[in-house]
């Protein structure tokens, strides 16, 4: 068995940046932070900016296009997911497909996830506050009971978001203990154990591409705010 990259440090870097925002966001909202709160949803439309321009010119397991599959593929990968699970459950194996990148269902996951965000901070931006104060930085573009009803929608966004990261943290347990793949430790190390016989791929993309992203983020989030 060796260790191989599959995941690169910006992918890595926005996974955990987004679990940190979005508690924070929760937290800050919470406890009426709202100063915090705001600034908190900046950021995250900056990170969420990056993944989406990541998703189209960061390194072959970030890009949209290596793990973003049809309906077709999902289905049947779930149906391979219950053979190879049976199999391995009557015989008392381990199982041994290895995959690099997302696969079908977790890449279903990754844009759901994504359009979850992107509606939640959408929303946030035309929100306006009980009192008008803390309002969203393009809330003066709609009317304040049109902003308040967006505000509602944000919250109501949120909840089921909150329903989503659930699901995404029991699919994480299943995967560690009946399936015998830790997900989690890859997105910290950026590498997994893989038999011998298996096709390594670039994970990796030029700093200037880091650099361009970065950029295009601030200067979104800049013009925004």
């Known amino acids: 068995m060796n260790r191989i990259k599959i995941w690169d440090l910006p992918t890595r870097l926005v996974h955990w940046l987004l679990v940190a925002l979005v508690a924070f966001s929760w937290w800050s909202a919470e406890n009426h932070e709202m100063e915090y709160h705001r600034y908190s949803g900046y950021v ?36 391979s997911t219950r053979a190879s699970s049976s199999e391995t459950t009557a015989h008392n194996l381990q199982p041994t497909a290895f995959r690099i990148g997302h ?28 009192d008008g104060i803390e309002s969203g930085p393009l809330s003066y573009l709609v009317s304040f009971d049109t902003g308040r009803i967006l505000a509602d929608r944000h919250e ?67 013009v925004i705010v």
Do not use: C, E
């Open 156 to 222: 109501a966004v949120f909840n089921i978001l909150l329903g989503f990261i659930v699901l995404h943290l029991v699919a994480i347990l299943f995967y560690y203990f009946f399936k015998r793949d830790n997900l989690i430790r890859p997105m910290i190390t950026g590498s997994k154990t893989a038999p011998p016989d298996v096709q390594v791929v670039s994970v990796s993309a030029p700093l200037l591409r880091v650099v361009i992203g970065i950029a295009l983020a601030a200067a979104t989030v800049w």
């Open 103 to 130: 696969n079908p269902l977790g890449a279903l996951s990754v844009i759901v996830l994504l359009l979850l965000l992107f509606t939640q901070v959408g929303l946030g931006l035309f929100a306006v506050d009980v």
């Open 44 to 79: 995250l439309l900056g990170v969420l900016v990056f993944r989406l321009y990541w998703g189209f010119f960061g390194s072959a397991t970030a890009r949209f296009a290596q793990f973003v599959k049809g309906p077709r593929a999902v289905i049947a990968y779930i149906k």
